[in-house]
């Protein structure tokens, strides 16, 4: 089942510019992880927001979580073109090792 | 240097050729998982593992196998490949089922 869905799928801005992908999902989570996919390469942990957090931040990435829209959003300020990668979310369940992936957002970011 | 290997990276193979890709990580970490990538589908989990001798189906299990005979390896097997399991194969680690994975350089099987 998929749990996660991105939105929009794909997004290209100017260098520059910020980038805002946004995550939803179903059922409760203990935690939500958002990854980075540069082509066909393996995905690289971004950052992790538990459920009981609201916001975090880590270098130029904001991530907010909402549990009561069952939500999240992923904000990259200041892009760069290495930037340009896919984007997932992963929800992470209470109860047994499942972790669940959205579809992922497209990120281009021209110079 | 702490990292996750997948062997091997590419293979080509004929339907119903019995394969074996190999995950292996230097981390320690208790809990492992194999996750495929299809266009349009993201990715998803075949089979995870919580530790030694524990293993447990994800959402795509049908046609796989794997088995954790040692912390640091976790082999998928394929006993009877057939051409829907072609995809890019992700092996990953964690130290525990809630942290976050460190993910394997992708396997690429094409299945004729």
Request: net charge positive; proline share 4%.
């Amino acid at each position: 089942s998929q749990q996660g869905e991105e939105d929009p799928q794909a997004l290209s801005i100017q260098e520059g510019e910020n980038a805002t992908m946004n995550c939803s999902y179903k059922t409760s989570i203990n935690n939500l992880q958002w990854y980075r996919q540069n082509s066909g390469r393996g995905l690289v942990h971004l950052i992790l927001i538990r459920s009981n957090e609201r916001e975090k931040h880590s270098g130029r990435l904001r991530v907010t979580l909402d549990t009561s829209k069952k939500s999240s959003s992923l904000l990259i300020t200041a892009s760069r073109a290495a930037d340009t990668a896919s984007y997932f979310c992963a929800t992470r369940g209470n109860q047994g090792g499942k972790l669940i992936f959205g579809q992922g957002t497209e990120l281009s970011v021209k110079p | 240097e702490a990292q996750v290997t997948q062997n091997p990276r590419y293979l080509i193979t004929v339907t119903g050729k019995k394969l074996t890709v190999t995950c292996s990580q230097n981390m320690n970490h208790e809990y492992m998982s194999w996750y495929r990538q299809d266009p349009g589908l993201g990715l998803r989990q075949i089979y995870y593992s919580m530790n030694v001798e524990v293993t447990d189906k994800g959402d795509v299990p049908e046609g796989y196998k794997v088995s954790r005979k040692e912390k640091r390896n976790f082999p998928l097997i394929l006993e009877s490949p057939s051409p829907n399991q072609t995809s890019l194969y992700f092996c990953a680690s964690s130290w525990g089922a809630l942290d976050e994975q460190f993910f394997g350089p992708g396997t690429r099987l094409t299945v004729l």
